[in-house]
């Protein structure tokens, strides 16, 4: 019962949403203007796309037979040699054959490194996030919000402030080349994490949470079968958001994890760049390289397009 | 399920109603808070507030990770005031962020008013949002190929047009640009989805008294569109400005800082003092005043942005 008093209360604000983006539908009317909007669009999703695209055909390309073709828009020589270069599965000959450098890369094994990371950063993030979150939108204590404020103070220093002492701290705690190394500034909170989650968190109806109290719940029982659920969408958003960000990051991960173990899809990326030799660039294996890096981001892309694109759009009304 | 410290001030409640009950239901919730913010709290006070305070001593220090810090005072800012490679960083650093974020907002703006004219796709959304959520060392190197000298496929375009190929990423004058443009083509489309919300948010009866009174395209555009979208758009300067301020991977993985010291942003400079030459309390000293520089400019930029939120309400 409750949960539907929650629902029906929000549902007004949200078809009221769906109505502000229905109605300002102010599309061109005259044919001419129409055409010249389309084609203009046309061109911007050209220009998104093609790199995207020659990224594809870069590795499935001959990197010796590349050479001669460089404006050749389709795979030259179609191969999965930089795929299998880069993912430890062929033999220095075959490398070699193909133009690699024969030097031996696993991105087969820098990709579980990544997920592991991230998965770790992300689950535990948003567990405790979620649960500062519900401490800072549900509970009344006395100093609430002038810590939530010391909480969002931590967004305004810059990443490399941070990154220094971070550094010393997690190489004292002999954490380098170590996946928890990498995972543990992040993995407790985000400042963005609790705000973000507070923000859905106070639209909760308290009402609920009143009778749950008065029906004897305590504060975990109603955060884990109220809350929570009644969140989850955001909930889940915010994961992916996370899961994203720190897939993508480069610096920190890369001065914590340098070891085969512990070196993540982007660190591996730069060192293979940095390594790969000046005069004859294996260009179809970075791009494979690229590609598997980026192949699960597509993929959540895929599955979650609509709840990503949802998210930075209402970013931008706040 | 039931734990006694809730179920007692429940019943109290139910039978008496006493100032007593309620702030014995005020102390359960304390403690309750106490209790869920003991995670973010332990991460907050190891890896934002501790490293803050240890940032901010370090920068009084000379400092090389093999040694204890040795307290020099104000030495190192002294030293950087002096120093020409971080006055030639902020340089560089500035020409990209006006670059990177000028180009970027225009486009950005361009392409969101397109949008809303003539697409409700969500596919479309999809699509140009789609670099921002590959790594910046994905973009970079993917970009780094593509202007590559001898066999990327922008020079082989232009050698085949007989245009003569260009250094992008090795020559010293477009070294930046280039790089502030390849970060315009992995924040476009986000940047363009902020500022679509915000014309999505503009009330439609606006545009048909702008359209009853006969304005013009253009001018309904300068005269409505875009007073209506100041404050989004001083969110998204806000944004945008701090976070390209902080270039770093881009750079990392193609130029390195160079040629010469053309893209030696600040951020990169900072790196460079730390971990290439151990010089942690300098590398400290940099990054404080590269705090001061943001935190002064997203408070310069509030400020706009609150003159523009009174500016909507007229």
């Known amino acids: ?318 | 399920m039931v734990v006694t410290a809730l179920k007692e001030p429940a019943a109290s409640l139910a039978t008496r109603r006493t100032p007593r009950v309620k702030t014995g239901r005020r102390d359960s919730q304390t403690r309750a808070a106490i209790l869920f913010l003991v995670p973010a709290s332990i991460g907050f006070l190891a890896f934002f507030a501790w490293p803050t305070l240890r940032g901010l001593y370090l920068s009084f220090t000379d400092y090389n990770l093999l040694r204890d810090p040795t307290f020099i005072g104000l030495d190192n800012y002294l030293a950087i005031a002096g120093d020409p490679v971080f006055w030639n960083s902020l340089k560089v650093t500035l020409e990209y962020v006006v670059i990177n974020v000028g180009v970027q907002t225009v486009a950005a703006l361009a392409l969101a008013v397109l949008m809303q004219r003539f697409t409700r796709s969500m596919v479309v959304r999809g699509v140009i949002m789609l670099p921002y959520l590959i790594a910046n060392v994905i973009v970079a190197l993917v970009w780094f190929w593509l202007a590559d000298y001898n066999l990327g496929l922008i020079n082989a375009t232009l050698d085949t047009m007989g245009l003569g190929k260009i250094g992008f990423f090795g020559n010293e004058d477009l070294a930046m640009g280039t790089i502030a443009l390849v970060n315009v083509w992995r924040h476009l489309g986000y940047t363009a989805l902020l500022l679509f919300a915000g014309l999505q948010a503009i009330p439609r009866d606006v545009y048909e008294a702008a359209e009853v009174d006969g304005a013009g395209e253009w001018r309904v555009f300068r005269s409505v569109t875009l007073p209506l979208l100041r404050p989004v758009l001083a969110f998204v300067l806000v944004v945008t400005v701090v976070g390209s301020f902080q270039i770093f991977d881009t750079i990392a993985v193609t130029t390195g800082g160079g040629p010469v010291d053309a893209t030696r942003a600040i951020n990169y400079y900072i790196y460079q003092r730390a971990f290439e030459r151990l010089d942690f309390g300098y590398a400290s000293a940099l990054a404080v005043i590269l705090m001061i520089l943001l935190a002064a400019i997203a408070l310069v930029q509030n400020k706009l942005l609150r003159a523009n939120e009174s500016d909507l309400e007229r």
């Open chain 1, 1 to 318: 019962m409750a949960i539907i008093a929650f629902k029906a209360g929000k549902r007004p604000s949200l078809s009221a949403k769906r109505a502000s983006n229905a109605d300002d539908a102010a599309l061109a009317k005259s044919k001419v203007s129409l055409f010249f909007g389309r084609l203009a669009l046309v061109i911007v999703i050209l220009i998104t796309l093609f790199p995207i695209y020659w990224m594809f055909r870069t590795a499935f390309s001959n990197n010796r037979a590349m050479f001669s073709e460089p404006l050749s828009l389709l795979p030259v020589d179609f191969t999965f040699g930089p795929l299998q270069r880069v993912l430890g599965l062929a033999t220095t000959e075959e490398a070699l054959a193909e133009g690699g450098s024969g030097a031996s890369i696993n991105f087969g094994q820098y990709m579980l490194n990544s997920v592991l990371a991230c998965t770790l950063i992300t689950v535990l993030q948003v567990t405790f996030s979620s649960m500062a979150a519900y401490a800072f939108a549900l509970l009344n204590w006395k100093g609430r919000d002038k810590v939530f404020a010391i909480f969002l103070i931590a967004l305004m220093v810059p990443g490399i402030f941070t990154l220094l002492p971070n550094f010393i701290l997690v190489k004292d705690l002999g954490l380098l080349n170590t996946i928890l190394g990498i995972a543990l500034p992040a993995m407790f909170m985000t400042p963005f994490a609790i705000f973000f989650l507070r923000q859905f968190f106070l639209g909760v109806n308290r009402s609920i949470i009143e009778a749950a109290v008065i029906d004897g719940a305590n504060h975990w029982r109603i955060f884990s079968r109220i809350v929570v659920p009644l969140a989850w969408p955001q909930i889940i958003t915010l994961g992916i958001l996370q899961f994203i960000q720190y897939w993508n990051d480069y610096l920190w991960p890369f001065l914590v994890g340098q070891s085969e173990t512990s070196k993540l899809l982007t660190v591996g990326l730069g060192i293979f760049k940095s390594q790969t030799p000046q005069g004859n660039p294996d260009w179809a294996g970075l791009m494979a390289g690229a590609l598997v890096a980026a192949v699960p981001i597509f993929i959540l892309m895929l599955v979650f397009g609509r709840k990503i694109v949802g998210s930075i759009q209402s970013s931008g009304v706040k």
